[in-house]
């Protein structure tokens, strides 16, 4: 297995030091580089082609929302995991409205950390089903008419099949347990969720989360 490439983004150098030390320690994990804000992101990304960047949120001179746009935006861009010390606020919602594939809290257990590494580069969401649910909550509490009524046209388009896969994957479900939950496999779930995505405009499972509250696809669950 290769080596997965790690951008640490953070403008405490403890911080970073912190997550080098955690990340090195894993024989299939490394940390390529360090940006300190920002807006060092772009260039740090380029020069080094990571497959994942840990992006704090709250920085001096660009934040960690606008720099995930603007990573996200770039050919074949890395995956984005938002770093917080604080629960679901409107700054990770913009985050993952931007690309990001999850947020983890700062403090994390090492396990989670390293695991949330692991998991998006294959595919899945840096969401356990607790942060799911956070998030979900307060997207029903803040997501505006406009947005909704986007979500909802977009949702129209969905098979039932569709409609089934994306409910599951916006509790927080793994493809491994969707496709236990619906009774087909798990590459049957990705072609599904595949689909779905493009539908809803959106390059991953978090996205695919966010649009299904907007839409009303969990209300009553």
Not at 125 to 133: D, G, N
Request: hydrophobic share 45%.
């Amino acid at each position: 297995m290769a080596t997965i490439r790690v951008l640490l983004v953070d403008d405490d150098p403890l911080v970073r030091a912190g997550l080098r030390f955690l990340l090195d320690s894993a024989d299939d994990i490394t940390a390529v580089a360090e940006a300190g804000d920002g807006d060092e992101v772009v260039a740090a990304v380029r020069a080094h082609t990571p497959d994942v960047v840990l992006m704090d949120l709250r920085m001096p001179r660009l934040s960690g929302v606008d720099a995930t746009r603007l990573v996200r935006a770039l050919p074949d861009p890395p995956h984005v995991v938002a770093l917080t010390t604080w629960d679901v606020d409107d700054a990770v919602v913009r985050t993952l409205d931007a690309g990001a594939s999850g947020f983890l809290l700062k403090t994390a257990a090492p396990t989670e950390i390293i695991g949330a590494v692991r998991a998006v580069v294959n595919g899945d969401a840096v969401l356990s089903p607790r942060s799911t649910r956070q998030l979900l909550d307060h997207l029903g509490r803040s997501t505006d008419a406009s947005a909704r009524r986007s979500a909802e046209e977009a949702a129209a388009t969905l098979t039932d099949r569709e409609r089934d896969v994306v409910i599951a994957v916006a509790e927080g479900l793994s493809n491994a347990e969707v496709g236990a939950r619906l009774y087909i496999s798990e590459a049957t779930v990705k072609v599904h969720l595949s689909s779905a995505q493009d539908k809803f405009g959106v390059r991953n499972r978090v996205g695919v989360a966010v649009l299904a509250e907007r839409a009303g696809l969990l209300r009553g669950r």
